[in-house]
């Protein structure tokens, strides 16, 4: 239950920043950078939790762990005001789209 609300914390605070950040809204880039903290350390979490588990369920977490790191890049980027920081973005949502259909299904 609780990894599910961090899960939906950080997509909200993800989604959010990017919005504010095209409006032009002082500080989105430091909500969006929250978002990508959340992320990075349930990526992480998750990374560590499941390393002991099987091969391909540990190496699933851990590529998701290293697309995660991506926001963490464009969250810095947002912060320099550098738009390069979308696709990083890009490269986070593919990776994470493919991964969720690798995934158990058991």
Known sequence: MKQNLLV?????????GALL????VPYAEFVFA????????????????HRTTDR?????????F???????????LMIRH?????PFVLIYALVVFFLSFRGNHD
């Open 56 to 64: 391909r369920t540990a190496r699933l977490h851990r590529l998701n």
């Open 8 to 16: 939906a914390l950080f997509a909200v605070l993800l989604v959010a």
């Open 82 to 86: 550098n738009t390069s920081w979308v």
């Open 66 to 76: 290293l697309a995660t790191l991506s926001l963490g890049v464009a969250a810095w």
């Open 34 to 49: 929250a978002g990508a903290l959340l992320a990075v350390i349930q990526a992480f979490v998750y990374a560590i939790q």
């Open 21 to 24: 950040f095209t409006l032009d």
